[in-house]
């Protein structure tokens, strides 16, 4: 029995850890604080690692255009005769409320304003800060982690249902060592992501909370912006996912992630009528374009030669890029399940293009709303955003509209909620998955500890620093997963070598 849940249990006992030495005080302490180390640590893995991710990140893109539009693509995920499990509509809204919905609300105001004021290369023309704004914004939310899920989604996938092998990260590494190493390598790289997963998770739940928190206060202040009503934010909702976590996926997640598209939808197209619809539109060709143009140059900078663009890429970029990875043993786990039956092209284009453009029109629609009120309405929404925190971004743009704006705000309530659910809720469920040997329908006893425990760490991480505490634990658990990626990518190109080579010799003897 320990043997079979051995990774789980190993995984929970360093989580409950880092929870203990979360709650013990600063002042006992002193340097060993969880604030001071995680700080420490993410400063040191951005100076000296950043490289690695921005060539990690940009590789992705490239790998999966190939992948694409090669020979491969019109491989399926499964057998000749498998049909996917989920519509296309279902399917997209599952992966995308997966992926980054939260964050999306988080940040979608703050940073593309926060950019306008603060710019990666200093400067007063806020008409050059306003396009550098975007085109960063896109970069850190468009085609760099939507492949990274693409690609290891379709690795995970490809060896689940092509192979028969059960649904683990560790099966897209293991065989690339000898068959007496293999266990050992197997429960080692498990861990990994299940703490990369948890962490990664945690800071979503974290920021959720946070915005949750600060919409209240916006709406009655009578309710105070404080880690209490965090704390008592996501007591409720880890009800409210627990609870959908034991309905499975054909239910809770499917359900809820319909939900979450159609609140989105809403969103966005209100914001988008009752603001400057010309402009919007305007901003989004432009930026798309803008995008396209500066990508390259975007994905290689390093801003060696200068001091403050270098801190400003650590804060920003290289974060980002650090996030994405803590969440890709989870999101990428969760798309491979559900994407059954789907062709290697179909499944790389349902990823990684609509999640992309969706993202762009997002930001477009609220960041650019933002800037239009800033630049041509003199509302001061980034001093709102210094004052009262990031997360008062979103409803500070929306209560410019007036009585609308309360609807509004209202409406983004119930779909951070709803995201925040639903991003739990199949995190549990992959939790699950990775501690019970790829089982793809887990106990609900393994699934709710999880839930637990994230929730908890969430707390924690709140508890001890806030959104500084988040981001810096993003950047720490994230980095270990980083060479299993790149494992990841050497056993599957050598696997779908011998693949092409079995399927042409088959065609050879027909």
């Known amino acids: 029995m320990f043997k079979k849940y051995k990774v789980y249990s190993i995984s929970v006992i360093i989580c409950l850890s880092f929870t203990v030495w979360g709650v013990l005080p600063e002042s006992l302490l002193g340097a060993f604080s969880l604030n001071n180390i995680t700080t420490y640590m993410q400063s040191f893995i951005s100076n000296e690692f950043g490289w690695l991710y921005m060539l990690l990140m940009l590789s992705f893109i490239v790998v999966c255009f190939y992948l694409m539009f090669s020979k491969y693509g019109d491989i399926k995920l499964g057998k000749e005769d498998d049909e996917p499990q989920f519509n296309y509509i279902s399917w997209i809204a599952m992966l995308f409320s997966a992926g980054m919905g939260i964050g999306l609300i988080f940040w979608g105001v703050s940073e593309p304003i926060m950019h306008l004021h603060e710019p990666a290369v200093v400067s007063d023309n806020l008409v050059r800060n306003a396009r550098l704004s975007m085109n960063y914004t896109f970069f850190h939310w468009g085609l760099q982690p939507w492949s990274l899920y693409a690609f290891l989604g379709l690795v995970i996938a490809y060896n689940t249902f092509r192979h028969n092998r059960p649904a683990l990260i560790s099966e897209s590494v293991v065989y690339l060592f000898k068959e007496k190493r293999r266990e050992r390598v197997a429960n080692m790289t498990n861990i990994i992501a299940i703490i990369a997963t948890v962490f990664g998770v945690a800071t979503s739940l974290g920021l959720g909370a946070q915005q949750i928190s600060g919409g209240l206060h916006y709406l009655n202040e009578s309710i105070p912006n404080s880690f209490v009503v965090q704390f008592l934010v996501i007591i409720l909702v880890t009800i409210l996912y627990l609870t959908s976590a034991t309905t499975g996926l054909d239910k809770g997640v499917k359900l809820l992630s319909n939900v979450n598209v159609i609140f989105a939808i809403l969103l966005m197209l209100a914001v988008l009528l009752i603001g400057p619809t010309s402009f919007l539109l305007d901003l989004f060709v432009q930026s798309f374009g803008s ?117 509004l705000t209202g409406l983004a309530m119930l779909l951070i909620s709803s995201f925040f659910i639903t991003s739990a809720d199949s995190a549990t469920f992959v939790l699950g998955m990775f501690s019970s040997q790829g089982d793809l329908v887990p106990r609900k006893r393994i699934k709710i500890s999880w839930g637990i425990i994230q929730s908890s760490i969430a707390i924690i991480l709140l508890y001890a620093g806030g959104l500084e505490a988040l981001q810096a634990v993003s950047v720490l658990s994230s980095f270990p997963f980083i060479f299993i990626i790149v494992l990841m990518i050497i056993q599957f190109f050598k696997s779908l070598s011998a693949d092409n080579r079995v399927m042409i010799v088959k065609e050879k003897c027909k």
């Open 291 to 407: 995008y396209i143009q500066e990508l390259p140059v975007l994905s290689f900078n390093m801003s060696i030669f200068d001091e403050a663009g270098r801190e400003w890429l650590n804060r920003w970029t290289l974060f980002y890029w650090a996030w994405w990875i803590s969440w890709s043993p989870y999101v990428s786990t969760f798309i491979a399940r559900i994407s059954k039956g789907r062709t290697i092209k179909e499944f790389i284009s349902g990823v990684l293009i609509v999640p992309t453009i969706f993202a762009f029109l997002w930001f477009t629609i609220f960041g650019g709303s933002a800037i239009w009120q800033e630049m041509f309405n003199e509302v001061e929404i980034f001093n709102v955003i210094q004052e009262k925190g990031v997360e008062i971004g979103l409803f500070s743009m929306l209560e410019n509209y007036g009585n609308f704006g309360k609807i």
